[in-house]
């Protein structure tokens, strides 16, 4: 049990997520958004905080979002993307 703790702890927030998300997680959605914005944090080379910065909110609330700890309000997501100088795009789409 100690070794399976220790190995999760090795892992970053894109791959516990992207776990989540493979193995059908209720939570999908919401881990796949959490995904996103982990992803162009890093890629704009910004730290939890500097983000929480730019979007006036705090690096608990980020961490929590990338966690996928709680869904995130769309307005706080719309704070995140122009943050992160990135489109928020919301799709309807049929189910198979």
């Not at 705090?58 to 122009?82: H, K, M, V, W, Y």
Request: proline letters at 4%; aromatic letters at 4%; hydrophobic letters at 40%.
């Amino acid at each position: 049990m100690a070794a399976k703790a220790r190995a999760e702890t090795t892992k970053g927030p894109v791959e516990r997520l992207h776990e989540r998300i493979v193995a059908g997680d209720r939570g999908w959605f919401f881990a796949k958004i959490a995904g996103r914005v982990a992803e162009q944090r890093v890629a704009k080379g910004l730290s939890q905080r500097e983000l929480a910065e730019l979007c006036g909110t705090t690096q608990s609330a980020i961490a929590r979002l990338e966690r996928g700890g709680r869904p995130p309000r769309i307005d706080t997501l719309l704070r995140i993307a122009e943050a992160l100088d990135c489109e928020l795009v919301v799709e309807l789409e049929p189910r198979k």
